[in-house]
């Protein structure tokens, strides 16, 4: 299984675009992106994945770099709700297992 | 539809003391999982099951069984509690199509 790296910890102004990076330099072809929040000690909440190209729904955006080795997460207008720990995780085709890393915390400041 | 469920909330237990932690979903998914999440760390995976009848350890799996029941429920049982097992304990289901994990509201477990 590819590992991720994420920052521990980043701030973002209320209203402002949330861009969280992610590297996972080691993963293979056939290895999809996700990303998943924890606000508190709730249970993590499923936001976005992507394999190649880039991904948008209600949540967020996904930007997955050409060479698949990098991706960022982007939350448009971050809200004071948006304040949670953050995990990129990769899962390879037809596996069942998750690895969650230690995550980036967001705090999104008024 | 309440998604994935998890009894009890919350619990105490002395060291050596066992107990099944319980979790069901109503959202007809064949795979399920548990995890374990300390205090200021990521999740690590326990034990998970493909589909009713199976199961395989994930990264810590000492100290654990488990039990799919049906393809509703999946039980976690720790034979003999350690300190070591305080923890949040998370259980969640995969959407086929997508694998997107539902999760539980989670167990805090104190073993003194």
């Known amino acids: 299984d590819a590992k991720t790296t994420q920052p521990p910890s980043m701030d973002c102004a209320e209203g402002r675009a949330a861009n969280l990076p992610c590297n996972h330099s080691t993963i293979s072809g056939n290895e999809y992106v996700y990303w998943y929040r924890q606000i508190h000690s709730q249970g993590p909440q499923y936001i976005i994945h992507?394999?190649?190209n880039n991904e948008t729904n209600e949540m967020a955006s996904l930007i997955i770099t050409e060479d698949r080795k990098s991706s960022t997460l982007i939350l448009p207008h971050a809200t004071l709700r948006d304040t949670a720990v953050y995990y990129c995780?990769?899962?390879?085709?037809?596996?069942?297992?998750?690895?969650f890393g230690t995550g980036t915390r967001l705090k999104v400041l008024a | 539809n309440a998604g994935v469920t998890q009894t009890p909330k919350f619990q105490v237990l002395k060291t050596g003391q066992s107990m099944t932690l319980q979790c069901a979903q109503d959202?007809?998914?064949?795979?399920m999982y548990w995890y374990r999440q300390d205090p200021g760390m990521g999740l690590r995976l326990i034990y998970y099951?493909?589909?009713?009848?199976?199961?395989d350890k994930g990264e810590v799996p000492n100290g654990y069984n488990v039990s799919r029941l049906n393809k509703r429920e999946f039980s976690l049982r720790l034979e003999s509690a350690a300190p070591s097992q305080t923890s949040v304990y998370f259980c969640?289901?995969?959407?086929?199509?997508?694998?997107?994990?539902?999760f539980g509201p989670g167990t805090r477990l104190t073993v003194t």
């Open positions: 959202m007809n998914h064949n795979s």
């Open positions: 099951s493909a589909s009713e009848g199976t199961t």
């Open positions: 995780i990769v899962r390879a085709s037809g596996t069942y297992k998750y690895i």
């Open positions: 969640a289901s995969t959407y086929p199509r997508t694998y997107e994990q539902y």
């Open positions: 992507g394999l190649k």
